[in-house]
């Protein structure tokens, strides 16, 4: 079965660096995410992404987090200036389109710890 | 209460018997699907059920919805050690939004 594979696995970096998580969604999809999940928290809802523009966006994705599709494979999220508040784990996603019979398929997530 | 409300919070059940995972949301949905997360590890989608359905089953998981009530239910039968994970309900919001909620989701312990 096709997948999202996302990049890196792990990564840990100092407080204000700039990370870029990478993700490769399924090939014929047509909308793009980001989710994230603090330890023991819920999933939440960060970025959509259709036709090269955000579509919706959640409080939590701030001024500090930007999103990009540099080519016609991957999908980027990039944190400008991270906080220990943004060690999680962030996983990408991709659907084919947003009807109702739409599975949204994730991968298997970056782990973010910022020390 | 939150969208996208998983009950129990955490399950533990013996290896052959039946484990039922509900799930209760607030506002009006387009699909409901369940997921399923080893620990530390990425989301598994299980099942998608629409909001004009009432009834899915796939395997050994059975879905139900019930949009006047605004409840699901993720019923796994025969349960193996190996389905021991936590399982989300995430909830698409009709009206073509993307954003989709997922709830707390439910800690399963199948005990071999």
């Known amino acids: 079965e096709p997948e999202v594979t996302q990049t890196p696995s792990h990564q840990v970096t100092q407080m204000g660096q700039e990370v870029i998580l990478r993700c490769v969604p399924i090939s014929n999809h047509l909308y793009f995410y980001w989710y994230r999940q603090i330890l023991g928290q819920k999933v939440e809802f960060l970025v959509s992404f259709y036709n090269n523009e955000i579509s919706e966006k959640s409080e939590i994705f701030d001024d500090q987090f930007s999103v990009e599709r540099p080519d016609g494979s991957n999908f980027t999220l990039k944190i400008r200036s991270t906080k220990l508040e943004d060690s999680a784990m962030y996983f990408c996603?991709?659907?084919?389109?947003?009807?109702?019979?739409?599975?949204?398929?994730f991968g298997e997530g970056s782990w973010l710890t910022v020390v | 209460s939150q969208q996208g409300e998983e009950d129990p919070q955490a399950l533990s059940i013996q290896e052959g018997e039946n484990a039922t995972m509900n799930c209760s949301y607030k506002t009006s949905i387009n699909n409901l699907q369940w997921y399923r997360q080893n620990s530390g590890r990425g989301l598994v989608h299980l099942i998608l059920i629409r909001s004009n359905e009432r009834e899915k089953h796939s395997g050994r998981l059975r879905v139900t919805l019930d949009t006047s009530k605004k409840s699901s239910s993720l019923l796994i039968t025969a349960s193996r050690a190996a389905d021991t994970a936590s399982y989300f309900c995430?909830?698409?919001?009709?009206?073509?939004?993307?954003?989709?909620?997922f709830g707390i989701g439910t800690k399963l312990q199948v005990i071999p």
């Open positions: 995430a909830t698409a919001p009709s009206g073509g939004y993307q954003k989709v909620t």
């Open positions: 996603a991709s659907s084919l389109d947003t009807s109702s019979g739409n599975t949204i398929y």
